[in-house]
Nanobody, 127 residues
């Protein structure tokens, strides 16, 4: 899974927006579970936002509801994470991830992660 590291990540002031992209290689997006996770220094990895394309459902961490959205461009085989109203506590390394076949619930994927991981992208939100 290839994550377009450095595309979209960076430094932004609180209240600002960023869009991360994840160019997926080696598989199409259809029928997959695709998501974004993050890990802040000294903290455990956290599921942020994901969708299961078999049923079209989206799952959010409570901390990002109403601020983050996930989308995809199947023609480009790319997944996006649009982050608005960013807060300093959103500072973390962000990873995209995927499962080839959706075998678990979305909430399970948020808690436990997926099988394939992209390269992380640093997001820093200043206060």
């Amino acid at each position: 899974l290839r994550s377009a590291a450095g595309v979209g990540g960076g430094l932004v002031q609180a209240g600002g927006s960023l869009r991360l992209s994840c160019a997926v290689s080696g598989m199409t997006l259809g029928g997959r579970a695709i998501g974004w996770y993050r890990q802040a220094p000294g903290k455990e990895r956290e599921g942020v936002l994901l969708f299961t394309s078999n049923d079209g459902r989206t799952y959010y961490a409570d901390s990002v509801k109403g601020r983050f959205t996930i989308s995809s461009d199947n023609a480009k085989n790319t997944v996006y994470l649009q982050m608005n109203s960013l807060k300093p506590e959103d500072t973390a390394v962000y990873y995209c991830a995927a499962d080839l076949v959706v075998t678990k619930s979305g909430s399970w994927y948020l808690r436990n992660g997926m099988d394939y991981w992209g390269k992380g992208t640093q997001v820093t939100v200043s206060s």
